[in-house]
Nanobody, 118 residues
């Protein structure tokens, strides 16, 4: 079955760093673009970062560009999100997601909480 195991979330002070990990299984990982989304209470879900199947191209949401880096290790079926210079407004539940194309819904992980506070 399709499964995502997410880790790396937690509490960090402003200016600090975290690295989120999403370990995937049950589908042809290398064929799928992968994304990180986030959602804070009372706010819409928003795209954080996106990476193609080979890792050759990445895209970032405006609020995280220059601070976050998405990467993947296809040998380990794993995608990462390195988060630097964290701000309180980065506080949200972060979700790993696989893009299955226009005809099929995305796969979603269970989410991992990131809290940025002093």
């Amino acid at each position: 079955q399709v499964q995502f195991v997410e880790s790396g979330g937690g509490l960090v002070q402003p200016g600090g760093s975290l690295r989120l990990t999403c370990a995937a299984s049950g589908f042809p990982f290398t064929s799928y673009a992968m994304s990180w989304y986030r959602q804070a209470p009372g706010k819409e879900r928003e795209l954080v970062a996106d990476i193609t199947g080979t890792g050759s191209s990445t895209k970032y949401g405006d609020h995280v560009k220059g601070r976050f880096t998405i990467s993947r290790d296809n040998a380990k079926n794993t995608v990462y999100l390195q988060m630097n210079s964290l701000k309180p407004e980065d506080t949200a539940m972060y979700y790993c997601s696989a893009n299955r194309g226009p005809r099929l819904p995305r796969y979603w992980g269970q989410g991992t909480q990131v809290t940025v506070s002093s």
